[in-house]
């Protein structure tokens, strides 16, 4: 087993009364009982108020109804949890009809959704808990249905010379998130960089050794840490434990604020960790990476 094969928590909670959902642990800061809210004016449907913790007011959102649900009854909800995440450089409480456990899960026992499930499927992920389907929620989409991006947040801008850099690369995304993928591509197109994108991490690795078989190997590996199948930190660790890709120079991007996830990805090889989503910060890592290429 490597250094870099282990399971990770999941929360698992639900949303009506028979399918079990399931978030990462990593992105959880607490779970708390329901709170009376404060309403915010002019706010997304799906945002039931405001609440405040230690000190900190944050949003509240039903979310079974941010995905299509039933919505949470007024009646429904003294009965109910909060989940605080931090995810996205943003604190935000999610409210769900009952929380169930925390359990140990391998991400290679996480299989990628069904690809019939069409464009505005809330899931990055399925998996199997005592004979029960758990569904992986996509943070990602979900907050951008909620609070669209800024497009200017999704555009960096080069210089000519910082340009010609990048260019001869051959630089790799991988994300398991719609939403994340089109928020990198963008900010490669924005630039005119050429790459390629892949949606999971076995692939990713499947892509990088037939890459330095052509001779045209990986310079640059831009992954998600929290994928089904082979996340990134083992991606990180298979790539640095393979002497024809290891010269990749790794950043993984995620969606998790935590010092927990910059440390990991240290311990795995990763060169850099970032948090989504900030072009400049990406496109800026990205430079770092083809200075450190150019000294090898």
Known sequence: ????????????????????????TLKIRELVPYTPLTKI???????????TMRGHTLPVIDMAAAIGYKPIT???RKDCYIII??????????????IDKIIECNWRNIEAPSGNL???????????FDDQLVQLLDVELLLS??????????????TDVQREKLKPLHILLVDDSKVARK??????????????????????????????????PIDLLVSDIEMPGLDGYELAFEVKNNPAIEHAYIILHTSLSSEIS?????????????????????IEAMLRGAEAIETV
């Open 262 to 282: 910059v440390s990991q990805a240290k311990q795995v090889g990763a060169n850099e960790a970032l948090t989504k989503f900030d072009a400049k910060e990406l």
């Open 183 to 216: 928020q990198l591509s963008d900010a490669l197109d924005s630039i005119n960089i050429p790459y390629q994108v892949t949606a999971d991490g076995r692939d990713a690795l499947a892509i990088m050794q037939q890459a330095a078989e052509d001779r045209m």
């Open 85 to 98: 995440t931090d995810c996205q450089r943003m604190v935000i409480g999610f409210l769900v009809r009952a």
């Open 74 to 76: 007024e009646s429904e």
């Open 41 to 51: 004016p002019h706010s997304h449907p799906a945002i039931l108020g405001a609440a």
């Open 118 to 128: 069409g464009q505005n499927a809330f899931l990055t992920g399925v998996t199997r």
């Open 145 to 158: 249905k909620i609070f669209p991006d800024d497009p200017i947040s999704h555009r960096a801008i080069l």
């Open 1 to 24: 087993m490597s250094k870099a094969n282990q399971s990770q928590g999941l929360l698992l909670f639900k949303l009506n009364q028979t399918q079990l959902f399931a978030l990462g």
